[in-house]
């Protein structure tokens, strides 16, 4: 079992930043694929971002390369998802995901953490 909590959402202007954190405990964090989902109201949860066990393989969906950045630190148990240029399309609430593979979702899910773009 891997437990998963999110942290950081919140209400930003467009053009804003925010960092999501998730932090993980359970079984052993280096060993699996970790990625972040959104689902905006209304529609099917989406892949957003993903990164191997190691941290040097990234991958994002094409609507937020370039505006966001995925990372993780295996001593802290934690993988980052640091989003710049928010716009009002961001909005969702957005969730840390653990899995076997990259870009497809695992079986543990934390909560979800709202995030929400709008001036």
């Known amino acids: 079992q891997v437990q998963l909590v999110e942290s950081g959402g919140g209400l930003v202007q467009p053009g804003g930043s925010l960092r999501l954190s998730c932090a993980a405990s359970?079984?052993?964090?280096?060993?699996?694929?970790m990625g972040w989902f959104r689902q905006a109201p209304g529609k099917e949860r989406e892949f957003v971002a993903g990164?191997?066990?190691?941290?040097?393989?990234?991958y994002y969906q094409d609507s937020v390369k370039g505006r966001f950045t995925i990372s993780r630190d295996n001593a802290k148990n934690t993988v980052y998802l640091q989003m710049n240029s928010l716009k009002p399309g961001d909005t969702a609430v957005y969730y840390c995901?653990?899995?076997?593979?990259?870009?497809?979702?695992?079986?543990?899910w934390g909560q979800g953490t709202q995030v929400t773009v709008s001036s």
């Open positions: 995901n653990a899995g076997v593979k990259a870009m497809t979702p695992g079986a543990y």
């Open positions: 359970g079984h052993t964090f280096s060993n699996y694929f």
């Open positions: 990164i191997n066990r190691s941290g040097a393989i990234t």
